[in-house]
């Protein structure tokens, strides 16, 4: 099964003017042989004539004008690292009134990322940035709960340790509440098998030591993106499948939704009426 392909806007323009001028040139073919018909020529002549203006009110050009013109803004995308195989679609991109992007690895990192972490009594914010500039020097070393929360974190994720990481910053490899619980040495040996079928440690009494919040974070380019497509008169629309608070969050964070716009969900909240009374403007 496969989608038939429409026609592209230039397609359907260069059809209109097509007709248009081949309207014009049998209107003036056929005038100009009754004219000369009337006038004395014979009917030859008159064929003749008229099959010259039919032939003269031919755009020959119109063709090669058309590819020259797409071929030469072919060539400025490709500067721009932007492969053009079919050069209808250059046209066909500059009449985009309307643009649906995925959410997860087009306009995010697809990299679960720390956002914030809960201990000592503290909410802390991490770095969420693409490179993660910020955290060459570990910001949280100098609180008393940051040594149980990260090792926590370390020990109770399915993450694989990879050669040569020492220098990728430790916040993006924190991961899903952590609690912990110090077992004895004597019970719980060096060589100890646990067993998480059927457990053989304690499951109680643990201690509660932090939250961690995880967020996939926009890609750094993104939001000019999204600026540059909204200042062209392109509307962008997020396509996900993610809960409405996740896809909200992330529309906020790029662009698409502005500090100046509403979702009808804030303005249920607002104003205390159901979401589906909300207007659509």
């Known amino acids: 099964m496969s989608l038939k392909s429409g026609e592209t806007p230039i397609a359907r323009a260069i059809a209109h003017f097509i007709h248009i001028i081949t309207g014009v ?3 003036l073919g056929i005038a100009f042989g009754i004219i000369a018909y009337a006038m004395g020529y014979s009917w030859i002549k008159a ?23 797409l071929t030469l803004t072919a060539k400025r995308m490709a500067k721009k690292n932007c492969l053009v195989k079919n050069l209808e679609a250059v046209e066909t991109l500059g009449s985009t009134s309307t643009i ?20 000592d009594d503290e909410i802390h914010q991490a770095d969420t940035s693409e490179h993660q500039t910020g955290t060459e020097n570990n910001p949280f070393s100098k609180f008393a709960g940051w ?66 919040s995880m967020i996939d974070p926009p890609r750094a380019a993104v939001p000019d993106a999204v600026s540059k ?40 909240k607002q104003t205390g009426i159901p979401v589906s009374e909300v207007p659509p403007e």
């Open 25 to 27: 040139a049998l209107g």
């Open 47 to 69: 064929i003749v004539f008229l099959i010259g203006i039919i032939v003269a009110n031919v755009p020959e050009g119109l063709l090669a004008t058309v590819t020259v013109c």
């Open 100 to 119: 649906c992007s995925d959410k997860t690895g087009t306009l995010t990192q697809n990299r679960m990322t720390v956002a914030h972490l809960w201990f």
């Open 147 to 212: 040594e149980p929360i990260s090792r926590c974190a370390m020990l109770c994720n399915r993450a694989q340790f990879v050669a040569g990481q020492d220098k990728v910053p430790i916040m993006k490899s924190m991961t899903m509440s952590f609690a912990d619980l110090y077992l004895p040495k004597s019970e719980f040996p060096v060589d100890f098998v646990f067993n998480t079928d059927k457990p053989n440690f304690p499951l109680t009494d643990l201690r509660f030591v932090g939250l961690m």
């Open 229 to 268: 497509c909204r200042s062209a008169g392109i509307k962008v629309i997020m396509v996900t499948g993610d809960h409405p608070i996740t896809a909200h969050a992330i529309a906020k964070g790029v662009g698409i939704i502005s500090p100046f716009n509403m979702t009808a969900e804030e303005v249920s």
